[in-house]
């Protein structure tokens, strides 16, 4: 597609349920981000991808986030026994990154995933 | 720490006036920075972008303007139209471990009046 893509665009769960967000990059791009936007906030940086590999981890809040990528495409970030902290917008970003390490660029990010655990 | 942030987090401008939204980062070592605004609703979206071999960038009606002295950021939009509402987020981007690191400031919200 021509753009980032996201689904759901809304989640509604309940406390202590495993929830899954998908994120389909922009073609070619190697480079994808996941961030947390609670409401009324800034952007809380989640994980880095660059390829299938994630050498940035560093903002997952708790054991409970995890995140995988695929064939350097789609990616998905799993909640497992979501609290109703976790409600927020979580949105994926991803950037062309040709040169991988040493190399800075823009990041477009998808419409987000509203998330609201009762 | 490195911090991103943002001096006011609210501004209101009347429609035709000028707006300027500033942002303070800390980390030195950043090269690159984005200018985003977010609407109601929908993901951040790319504005304007500036490196930090040049201090000035002109785009359609903005400005980014880049003061490495002070480490001070601002974006400028001239004529400011009701479709300006929305929230505009700085962003820093530097290499951290060989790779891009990214810290945003919490957002300045811009309300237009008609």
């Known amino acids: 597609g021509a753009g980032v893509s996201q689904s759901p665009s809304n989640k509604v769960t309940e406390k202590g349920k495993d929830v899954e967000l998908r994120c389909d990059p922009i073609?070619?791009?190697?480079?994808l981000y996941w961030y947390r936007q609670r409401l009324g906030q800034g952007l809380e940086f989640l994980i880095y991808?660059?390829?299938?590999?994630?050498?940035?981890k560093s903002g997952l809040p708790s054991d409970r986030f995890s995140a995988e990528r695929t064939g350097e495409s789609v990616s998905t970030l799993t909640i497992q026994r979501t609290q109703q902290e976790d409600s927020a917008v979580y949105l994926c970003a991803s950037s062309l990154q040709r040169g991988g390490r040493g190399f800075t660029d823009t990041q477009y990010f998808g419409p987000g995933t509203r998330l609201t655990v009762l | 720490g490195e911090s991103v942030g943002l001096h006011l987090p609210t501004l209101s401008v009347q429609e035709g006036d000028n707006s300027i939204i500033n942002c303070a980062y800390s980390?030195?070592?950043?090269?690159?920075f984005i200018w985003y605004k977010q609407e109601s609703g929908k993901g951040p979206q790319f504005i304007i972008d500036?490196?930090?071999?040049?201090d000035k960038r002109q785009g359609q009606r903005v400005t980014v303007l880049l003061n490495k002295t002070v480490k001070h950021l601002s974006l400028q939009i001239a004529a400011t139209q009701p479709g300006d509402s929305a929230v505009y987020f700085c962003a820093e981007i530097g290499l951290s471990g060989g790779y891009q690191k990214v810290t945003f400031g919490t957002g300045t919200k811009l309300q237009v009046i008609p």
């Open positions: 073609s070619g791009h190697t480079a």
């Open positions: 500036i490196r930090s071999n040049m």
């Open positions: 991808f660059q390829g299938n590999s994630a050498p940035d």
């Open positions: 980390n030195s070592a950043s090269d690159y």
